[in-house]
């Protein structure tokens, strides 16, 4: 059973940095891309940012230069480090395998940035 838990979010100004941690388990980790996912309020959900087994990493045009996806294959960990957030940023955002497990998704972690 794929279980992934989001954790690290929370609120901040603009211009602020927040560091969003993945746990997964029951999953092969080290042989899957994985990816970081957002859903702003009435609005679909996005992948925001990837990283494949080797490291390779793609970014959404509109976090590129600003997040930074990484990954511990050791702690089967997948981390998204944010700077300069702005309020449109703000969404709940999921760890899932890229492309995602459709019982992957977990509870998704808050994070707010205010203006």
């Known amino acids: 059973q794929v279980q992934l838990v989001e954790s690290g979010g929370g609120l901040v100004q603009a211009g602020g940095s927040l560091r969003l941690s993945c746990a997964a388990s029951g999953v092969i980790f080290s042989l899957n891309a994985m990816g970081w996912y957002r859903q702003a309020p009435g609005k679909e959900r996005n992948l925001v940012a990837r990283?494949?087994?080797?490291?390779?990493?793609v970014y959404a045009d509109s976090v590129k230069g600003r997040f930074t996806i990484s990954r511990d294959t050791a702690k089967n960990m997948v981390y998204l480090q944010m700077k300069s957030l702005k309020p449109e940023d703000t969404a709940v955002y999921y760890c899932?395998?890229?492309?995602?497990?459709?019982?992957?998704w977990g509870q998704g972690t808050q994070v707010t940035v205010s203006s």
């Open positions: 990283i494949t087994s080797s490291g390779s990493t």
């Open positions: 899932n395998r890229f492309p995602p497990y459709p019982t992957g």
